[in-house]
């Protein structure tokens, strides 16, 4: 049976100074769904970068350059690939921060894992096996979404996928499951499940609700079952987002938010120890 307890995840030293896993601190993994106008991604980032400080939290800072699975064909998808690794080269340069995008096609791979530090696989494409290897001989850290179609056993064989090809830093994300259309339900002892199969667990609390409000609370229950990391959006003003408005939080419920679920993070890892 996979028990955290007995397995537990490897750490993954995702950049100087940053290890997730292991009992390390909860790391938090946090920025705008989809690169947006600069103004709006430095304002996020410099926001992150003195929240992390404050809290002393690892920040990964997360966006996409691209977003290739919008329901609607003329649904805003970003800049796109050079584009948007130019601006991650800046963000890089000016808050000396560990970048996590999400990549879609095998091509885009070699250029983006040159720039970013955390290479994703997005959710529909978890068990895309050519896209997988093309990540893995990177020899980059990965992040995978669990499908919301899999339960969180069937991960075994993505993180296979990706240690045959070279991976040896594998973060897996859950995200909740599909209950029916556009509703979706999590199961907490899937973290458990992930950590089990040896890899540190993300816990993404907004794609796990299609509901703003919801997020708070799918954060603090998600740590609170021990989640290594925690994947939260946010933006300066959600409403007027561009992508996935709702499923993020702006940056003022996340600074209110912080302190308690790094005091459930406490607790937890005082207990595991």
Known sequence: MLNDRT???EPVLVAPGITVGAGRPLALIAGPCVLEDDATVFMTADRLVRLAARYEVPLI????????NRTRGDAFRGPGLAEGLALFEALHARFDMPILTDVHREEDVPAVAAVVD????PAFLCRQTRLLEAIGRTGK???????????????????????SAGARRILLTERGSAFGPERLVCDMSSIATLRGLGCPAVFDAGHASNRREE?????????????????VEVHPDPQRARCD???MLD?????????????????VRSRRS
């Open 7 to 9: 397995l537990g995840p």
């Open 61 to 68: 800072f997360k966006s996409s350059f691209e977003k290739d």
């Open 118 to 121: 955390v290479l994703q696989v």
């Open 141 to 163: 850290p990965v992040n995978v979404k669990k499908g919301q179609w899999l339960s969180p056993v069937a991960m075994a064989g993505t993180r296979d996928k990706l240690r």
């Open 215 to 231: 997020i708070p609370i799918l954060a603090r229950a998600g740590v609170a079952a021990g989640a290594d990391a925690l994947f």
């Open 245 to 247: 408005g709702p499923r």
């Open 251 to 267: 940056l003022d419920e996340l600074e209110a938010l912080l302190p308690l679920i790094l005091e459930i993070a406490a607790i």
